[in-house]
């Protein structure tokens, strides 16, 4: 592997990102202050979908996920996602049931705190609709 290793230095591109205004901040921010801006692209490399998340210095549930396609919603993007994430399965999915709603809605939620041991644990959920509408 060494032996293909490029051992001089690479050209400088010093005008590459000309023209081009970067950011780094939530995509709740970004998203106001350029939403109605024209020539944008939205760059979006969220956490992949079922997979972990550990790494991040933030919880990111699946409204989160959710939360940042709506408001692609029309955009010009470039999202970012992997072979790991169901994302792509999940949106296609809703795309087939777009009448659907939310089925839990109206529903009475019990939930129980479950541990697997000492510092794992989780909550188990029961929701009931007692009267299908």
Known sequence: MYNNIRKNDYPTS???LEGLTIESCDYRELYEKYKDEPNVVF???PP?????VGTYKMYWRLS???DVLNVLK???FVYFT???SSIIELCEWLGKNKTLGNPFEGCE???FNAH??????????MLVKPNAA
């Open 43 to 45: 760059i979006v490399d």
């Open 82 to 84: 992997s072979d790991k």
């Open 109 to 111: 939620r019990f939930e």
């Open 116 to 125: 697997v041991n000492y510092d794992a644990g989780y909550k188990d959920m």
């Open 64 to 66: 989160d996920y959710l």
């Open 14 to 16: 010093e005008d590459y």
């Open 74 to 76: 029309g955009k010009p």
């Open 48 to 52: 992949y979908l079922s997979t972990d």
